[in-house]
């Protein structure tokens, strides 16, 4: 956790010592969007026929996990 009674900031041979030891910052949001796109991007390269495959393989599946469950 980050001291509040430091006033000044990191200096650059601190912030590589802390670079080397991969005490980076990362962007949650960062990670969630490249997914995103990705996924996306596989469906528009993949065209129509893919996406409805998939979703009719995930119709099923339900189908059947309700069909379990009613029983």
């Given at each position: 956790?980050?001291?509040?009674?430091?006033i000044?900031?990191?200096?650059?041979?601190?912030?590589?010592?802390?670079?080397?030891?991969?005490?980076?910052?990362?962007?949650?949001?960062?990670?969630?969007?490249?997914?995103?796109?990705?996924?996306?991007?596989?469906?528009?390269?993949?065209?129509?026929?893919?996406?409805?495959?998939?979703?009719?393989?995930?119709?099923?599946?339900?189908?059947?996990?309700?069909?379990?469950?009613?029983?």
């Amino acid at each position: 956790m980050a001291d509040p009674e430091k006033i000044y900031p990191a200096t650059p041979h601190k912030r590589n010592e802390s670079r080397e030891k991969g005490q980076v910052a990362k962007s949650n949001e960062l990670a969630t969007t490249l997914a995103l796109i990705g996924v996306l991007s596989f469906f528009f390269v993949a065209g129509y026929d893919t996406y409805h495959h998939l979703i009719d393989i995930m119709y099923g599946a339900f189908t059947a996990i309700g069909g379990q469950l009613s029983a």
